[in-house]
């Protein structure tokens, strides 16, 4: 028996579905017609189920939410309460709550002070570099550095040149890193040059470059408040968000995570203030944080534990809140076009429509993130494969998803 779909577009008078299917047996004409109507949303949902059949799913793990922002509801959910690792999907918890705590005219800063006096063209005194964890610190800074004590008069430094890291605690590392990955492993000290250790290094060679004579090798000591600042280098929030997302530098989220630990004047800084932080937003939106755990700001830790629903919670209150969500947006990847998203999804209808952040460590794979549906609506969504063979079968299946939430 031959049976027919008609669609039927037309302009819709009230808030609601945009589009229905009918479908009815051509043999029936003469007759009753039995007619089967289905909506755009009942359409969705049937494409997205048909997925979550695939055999990838016998030897994986899929969490997945879809939330209708405009329509403010739920389209799709799958094991969307599943506790999973976020692999980098954990940097849109992060950008989200600093962005909400610190504002989006936040400020990173690296100072440069100096005591004593300056006799001639000789300070007798000291001179301290104070870190800020500025990941994106470079060779311009370290020149302006320098140059700020030769617009003193200063030729030479009768002193101590000091590295004051008081800003946070000691630890180079977050807690849960693979000791295998040190290579890749961001160092997390407030001052870096360049995103590496060697500042210090790296200031006085700048120095000596412009023939400031010093007598004192660099050592580790905190300024005093005394000292005057005599240069300060600043990176301004957005700075460090695009690199975070669109190119999924660790090292960026967790100077992000670090300035989120040292909101309110907490000296040293520490990981554990952090995750306060943001679990004073999970339960702000709704969730219970105890629920969670909260390991770092980057995805790296094996500690991390979230699930679908808390990211598009977290997606959906950026959202409503346009002082997060004018910066969120901008920064994530674009389908087809920029960033990790660059080479995915480059044709078809999820092309420049998928905003989204990626994820990947070993055996996972996630994707978080908005897309505009055809009707108009904004939707945002969070994917999490785990236990995947292979990552790439995890972004394939994310990249149908976004093809259906785009159709």
């Given at each position: 028996m031959r049976k027919y779909v008609i669609l039927f577009f037309a302009l819709w008078l009230s808030y609601g579905s945009w589009a229905q299917y009918y479908t009815f047996d051509s043999d029936s004409l003469a007759g009753d017609t039995a007619i089967v109507v289905e909506s755009w949303e009942e359409r969705l949902q049937n494409r997205l189920t048909a997925l979550t059949q695939d055999a990838m799913?016998?030897?994986?793990?899929?969490?997945?939410?879809?939330?209708?922002?405009?329509a403010d509801s739920v389209l799709?959910?799958?094991?969307?309460?599943?506790?999973?690792?976020?692999?980098?999907?954990?940097?849109?918890?992060?950008?989200?709550?600093?962005?909400?705590?610190?504002?989006?005219?936040?400020?990173?800063?690296?100072?440069?002070?100096?005591?004593?006096?300056?006799?001639g063209r000789t300070l007798k005194g000291n001179v301290y570099c104070v870190g800020g964890l500025d990941p994106l610190f470079d060779e311009e800074d370290m020149l302006a550095f320098a140059d700020s004590l030769q617009a003193l008069g200063i030729d030479s430094i009768r002193g101590s040149i000091y590295a004051d890291n008081s800003m946070k605690n000691g630890d180079r590392y977050g807690a849960g890193w693979c000791w295998d990955d040190d290579e890749d492993?961001?160092?997390?000290?407030?001052?870096?040059?360049?995103?590496?250790?060697?500042?210090?290094?790296?200031?006085?060679?700048?120095l000596r470059r412009r023939d400031?004579?010093?007598?004192?090798?660099?050592?580790?000591?905190?300024?005093?408040?005394?000292?005057?600042?005599?240069?300060?280098?600043?990176?301004?929030?957005?700075?460090?968000?695009?690199p975070m997302m669109k190119n999924s530098s660790n090292l960026c989220a967790e100077a992000l995570f670090y300035q989120i630990a040292m909101y309110g004047g907490n000296r040293p800084a520490k990981a554990a203030d952090a995750v306060k932080r943001v679990s004073r937003l999970i339960d702000r939106v709704g969730l219970n944080a105890s629920d969670y755990s909260v390991a770092d700001g980057s995805g790296l830790s094996?500690?991390?534990?979230?699930?679908?629903?808390?990211?598009?919670?977290?997606?959906?209150?950026?959202?409503?809140?346009?002082?997060?969500?004018?910066?969120?947006?901008?920064?994530l990847p674009v389908a087809g076009i920029d960033g990790t998203l660059k080479s995915r999804m480059t044709n078809g209808s999820a092309q420049g429509n998928v905003h989204a952040k990626t994820g990947t460590v070993t055996r996972i794979s996630s994707l978080a993130g908005y897309a505009t549906a055809a009707n108009g609506h904004t939707l945002c969504f969070s994917i999490i494969n785990q236990g995947v063979q292979k990552v790439s079968s995890g972004r394939d299946f994310q990249d149908r998803v976004c093809s259906v939430l785009c159709e």
């Open positions: 799913f016998e030897t994986s793990q899929l969490g997945m939410m879809v939330y209708d922002l405009d799709f959910a799958y094991n969307h309460r599943q506790m999973m690792r976020p692999a980098s999907t954990m940097k849109v918890v992060t950008g989200v709550t600093a962005l909400d705590l610190l504002g989006g005219d936040y400020q990173l800063e690296t100072r440069l002070c100096v005591d004593g006096v300056i006799e492993n961001p160092r997390l000290v407030p001052l870096l040059y360049k995103g590496k250790e060697g500042f210090m290094d790296e200031f006085i060679k700048t400031i004579v010093i007598d004192a090798f660099a050592s580790n000591g905190t300024c005093p408040k005394s000292a005057r600042t005599v240069c300060v280098r600043r990176r301004n929030i957005d700075q460090v968000l695009q094996l500690y991390n534990y979230v699930s679908p629903e808390l990211e598009v919670r977290l997606l959906r209150y950026a959202w409503r809140n346009e002082h997060i969500y004018s910066h969120l947006y901008p920064s």
